[in-house]
């Protein structure tokens, strides 16, 4: 039976290994282990260099998509050791190491937006240290939500166990009943509120709203609209950055600000595509740093429920319009 990297790493004797021996080994196991993966899987391979080559070579023919790909893995392993931290590691050192290891001064523009009095709705996506996100918010003392999915129930069962510890609030997409009213009772208590907007398969299609993703043409995921206008929240765009497993940046951007820094992007556009749009100018400077490479062929694929239509499986790119991170 073929088991997924992410629950191999998750058995209770990694767990084991990685407690008893440290991180750091559990660090060189886990991109060894990682690395052997991907070698024996040669389909999965060969989708994510697929899918990294059709996007980027859009771009930049000259690009090294060899380099790229090696790159590429390494983030996806990277973002398994991150996950694997900070759901095992105790609160206390966890805490330490984000103080000392992230660069966090973008919190002000998250302090500012929560000043406002109607919630905040944190958009991130599959990219850099995501899974520090929630964490590093809770320990600089920000009433911090989130919803959140898991592929084991131990882990589940874990990372509910270390969010208790750190006062954040889940909402367990799998078995809350209504989501949207959840997250919305959140926001109304003047909390954060952290979600994605790239989980593809999870997206709810609008039948209204068209948008482009890495060059895929589809139908908007409307989670974020919908929950935005009845909340009134503002909406603050959120990256980690990781420039090795030792240092990291925290970015943050307001709707207005992104609205500003995108080209080719209405003035009117909604929240929910805005944040899509700016997180594929991030994947464009840096494929490395997205892990969602073997999910792209499904971009194409999403459509609103009870819908019947072709859309083309292509689109143009917008221009990047903005450097690389430094």
């Known amino acids: 039976m073929h088991i997924s990297l992410s629950k191999f790493f998750q058995l209770r004797f990694n767990v084991f290994l990685y407690l008893i021996f440290g991180w750091n080994i559990a660090k060189i196991y886990i991109f060894l282990i990682g690395r052997l993966y991907f070698f024996l899987n040669s389909g999965e391979n060969r989708c994510i260099k697929n899918a990294i080559s059709e996007v980027i070579r859009y771009r930049d023919q000259e690009a090294n998509i060899k380099v ?10 990277s973002h398994y050791y991150e996950k694997l931290f900070i759901a095992f590691e105790e609160p206390e050192k966890a805490t330490k190491f984000l103080k000392n290891n992230i660069v966090s001064d973008d919190l002000i523009v998250l302090y500012r937006n929560l000043l406002k009095g109607n919630g905040v709705i944190v958009v991130t996506g599959h990219y850099g240290a995501i899974e520090y996100i929630p964490t ?60 994605e907007c790239d989980e593809i398969e999870e997206w709810r299609a609008s039948v209204k709203e068209k948008t482009s993703f890495l060059g895929k043409k589809t139908w908007l995921d409307r989670t974020i609209n919908v929950i935005q206008k009845r909340t009134g929240a503002e909406v603050v765009f959120a990256i980690i950055h990781r420039y090795s497993l030792r240092s990291y940046k925290l970015i943050m951007y307001t709707y207005e600000d992104m ?9 009117s556009s909604s929240v929910g595509e805005t944040a899509l749009k ?21 971009i194409e694929t999403i459509t609103p429920s009870g819908l019947q239509v072709e859309i083309p499986k292509s689109f143009p790119l917008l221009k990047p319009a903005f450097v690389k991170i430094s």
């Open 278 to 298: 700016f997180l594929e100018q991030f994947i464009y400077y840096h494929p490395e740093q997205w892990y969602q490479w073997k999910k792209y062929i499904e």
């Open 136 to 195: 590093l918010l809770a320990v600089n003392n920000f009433t911090t939500s989130m919803i959140a999915k898991f592929k084991t129930e131990r882990l589940r069962k874990k990372v509910f166990s270390q969010a208790k510890k750190y006062n954040i609030r889940l909402i367990d997409a799998e078995k809350t009943g209504n989501v949207i009213r959840a997250a919305i009772k959140e926001l109304k208590e003047n909390r954060i509120l952290i979600t």
């Open 259 to 267: 609205l500003k820094m995108l080209y080719g992007i209405s003035s």
């Open 68 to 77: 790229i790909m090696r790159k590429a893995l390494d983030g996806i392993l």
